[in-house]
């Protein structure tokens, strides 16, 4: 059975940093594309950051990811955070080749870590 759990989100000022970790269990994180999704109160759920074997794709400036295959878990890390950044963050993580940056390509998803940013 495949497993994705976010943790790390919280209320932050806004131009705080939050790190967000996703750990995985039932599959082998580098033999998959792992992407960070997030989704505003009334917005459909928009692609953020990837990486994939090839390094990092989709990089937005504010936002990296990371991996950590020894712990088979996938990181965010968000600096300068804005208002507009608030949302709840997903995980995902598909096998293989397919668009990278759309959610219906990705299978495995955690239920969502809540990102809160106070002006």
């Known amino acids: 059975q495949v497993q994705l759990v976010e943790s790390g989100g919280r209320l932050v000022q806004a131009g705080g940093s939050l790190r967000l970790s996703c750990a995985v269990s039932?599959?082998?994180?580098?033999?998959?594309?792992m992407a960070w999704f997030r989704q505003a109160p009334g917005r459909e759920r928009e692609f953020v950051v990837g990486?994939?074997?090839g390094g990092s794709f989709g990089v937005q400036g504010r936002f990296t990811i990371s991996r950590d295959n020894a712990r088979n878990s996938v990181y965010l890390q968000m600096n300068n955070l804005k208002p507009e950044d608030t949302a709840v963050y997903y995980c995902a993580a598909a096998s293989g080749l397919g668009h990278m940056m759309t959610k219906s390509s990705y299978p495995y998803w955690g239920q969502g870590t809540q990102v809160a940013v106070s002006s």
């Open positions: 039932g599959i082998v994180i580098d033999r998959y594309r």
């Open positions: 990486i994939n074997s």
